[in-house]
């Protein structure tokens, strides 16, 4: 089988309060957003702090009905999925079907910075959140 996953794309750790966890990264370790966003399809604003060739990409909702909102209520702030950037996203969400894995998405769609995602239910993944993303 060929390798799906060329690299991770980001790291995303959800937040109560987004501007607060910007200056934090910004004052600890000199962080800076490179690009920030609301995705309303997901009821989400992200900001995007770049880590070499990745991100550690800051969620926080937009609406209390979001899967951030729901996801903050049940867990608290903190790690919320992985993203792996792949050349295809729609050959690897049939890679995961193929193996009888469970999605959220059941194609391919818009993502934050033009990109095409998916996700990959974490009760496939061994408790992880992934997210597939193509740019």
Same mark, same amino acid.
């Not at 690299?7 to 959800?14: G, P, T, Y």
């Not at 729901?70 to 690897?92: P, W």
């Not at 969400?93 to 993502?111: C, E, H, N, Q, S």
């Given at each position: ?26 004052? #600890? ?5 490179? *690009? ?9 604003? &992200? %900001? @995007?702090?770049? =880590? ?20 903050? #209520? ?5 790690? *919320? ?9 729609? &050959? %690897? @969400?049939?890679? =995961? ?20 995602? #998916? ?17």
């Amino acid at each position: 089988m060929t390798e799906l996953f060329t690299e991770i794309d980001h790291i995303a750790i959800a937040v109560n309060d987004l501007p607060a966890a910007i200056a934090w990264y910004e004052e #600890a370790f000199g962080a800076t957003v490179e *690009h920030q966003e609301v995705v309303d399809s997901d009821g989400v604003e &992200e %900001a @995007l702090l770049r =880590v070499a060739d990745s991100y550690i990409q800051l969620l926080t909702p937009t609406r209390e009905d979001s899967p951030v909102a729901k996801y903050l #209520a049940n867990k608290g702030e903190g790690l *919320h999925h992985v993203g792996y950037r792949v050349k295809n996203c729609a &050959e %690897a @969400l049939a890679a =995961v079907k193929a193996t009888g894995g469970r999605v959220i998405d059941d194609a391919p769609r818009p993502g934050s910075r033009g990109t095409t995602v #998916a996700f990959v239910h974490p009760k496939t993944s061994f408790g992880t959140l992934i997210e597939l993303v193509q740019e």
